[in-house]
């Protein structure tokens, strides 16, 4: 191939793959802000109260574009539970490993609480749900769930209870039991808001030494 020819084509070839880069990022932007926009109608109304349509007028696009990212409502829901559960996971990690773990997970229960009080109708969303027993809706939330539990467990290596905590059968069952109380509390605290945060906070806390010591953790009263 003469060699004017090869530079054109390297340069199509370039162009191609900057047009393509573009346009993915064009795509994710679009998708993105649909899925803000869809969770933030749903957790104004219920499942069943909105529509594609809604989505689609609210969006100021076709409801043919919706589709395009989005095959279904379910879909669509499920695809914005998995973002809020992301940035709840996100938001609430505590990147403090030299502090001891009582401080780690205090600081841990800090964010938290102020996460869901700042993004308090997304937080409701996800733990109420919408769609009923939808499996893959529980397993958005199961995984919340199962990814506090190890990092309470993480947090508890290299302390005194490492040992218990890797032994004792009972401390997973304890700590999901524990945090059905975090959510149901967390959901009554926002709905209600006349709870003052630190009191939560340390309510929490207290409960979370009693849960262990009722599994046999060797903490003292």
């Keep these: 191939m003469p060699p004017g020819r090869r530079l054109r084509a390297k340069v199509a070839a370039v162009r191609g793959r900057v047009k393509r880069r573009r346009e993915r990022l064009e795509t994710d932007a679009r998708r993105a802000q649909l899925l803000e926009l869809g969770m933030r109608l749903f957790a104004e109304r219920t499942y069943d109260e909105i529509s594609m349509d809604d989505l689609a007028r609210e969006a100021g696009v076709s409801k043919g574009l919706v589709y395009h990212y989005f095959k279904t409502k379910r879909d669509f829901y499920v695809a914005g539970l998995r973002e809020i559960a992301r940035d709840l996971l996100e938001k609430t ?29 997304a937080f409701v ?97």
């Design 125 to 221: 969303a996800l733990m109420r749900g919408g769609i009923g027993s939808d499996p893959e809706v529980s397993s958005v939330i199961e995984g919340v769930r199962a990814a506090y539990v190890d990092r309470f467990l993480s947090d508890l290596m290299g302390t005194p209870l490492a040992a218990f905590a890797t032994s004792n059968k009972m401390i997973r069952t304890a700590l999901r039991g524990w945090l059905g109380f975090v959510e149901a509390a967390s959901l009554d605290w926002l709905t209600h808001d006349d709870v003052d945060r630190a009191r939560m906070r340390d309510m929490i806390l207290e409960l979370l030494l009693a849960t262990l010591r009722a599994a046999g953790a060797p903490i003292t009263p």
């Design 93 to 121: 990690t505590t990147h403090s490993p030299d502090l001891p773990p009582a401080e780690r997970i205090r600081r841990g229960l800090d964010a938290y609480l102020d996460h869901v009080r700042a993004h308090a109708r």
